[in-house]
């Protein structure tokens, strides 16, 4: 059983900062992908940032220069750096991980949502 459990949303102005933080607990061998998601009310589900294990980052365009992705493996955590907020920013944040567990099987995680809202 894996567990991610997420934490610093909140609501914050116009041009603010936010830090979300995710941790992954559990029988957990290895993490090849940790991420953020994001859903805005009447939106689907869209990608948000990733961090794989080799190092690879990837953003979607909309938060490029904006948001910063960071993990700390030996943690199993993941944090998303948010800065210069925008209202379109509002939404419900998820975590997500590429989880191989103690037992060998491969599966993708999510954490509960924490919300986001951006407004003056």
């Known amino acids: 059983q894996v567990q991610l459990v997420e934490s610093g949303g909140g609501l914050v102005q116009p041009g603010g900062s936010l830090r979300l933080s995710c941790v992954a607990s559990?029988?957990?061998?290895?993490?090849?992908?940790m991420g953020w998601y994001r859903q805005a009310p009447g939106k689907e589900r869209e990608l948000v940032a990733t961090?794989?294990?080799?190092?690879?980052?990837n953003y979607v365009e909309s938060v490029k220069g904006r948001f910063t992705i960071a993990r700390d493996n030996r943690k199993n955590s993941v944090y998303l750096h948010m800065n210069n907020l925008k209202p379109e920013d509002t939404a419900v944040y998820y975590c997500?991980?590429?989880?191989?567990?103690?037992?060998?099987?491969?599966?993708?995680?999510w954490g509960q949502g924490t919300q986001v809202t951006v407004s003056a």
């Open positions: 997500n991980a590429d989880v191989v567990t103690g037992d060998w099987i491969r599966g993708a995680y």
């Open positions: 559990g029988s957990i061998f290895s993490i090849n992908v």
């Open positions: 961090s794989k294990i080799d190092g690879t980052i």
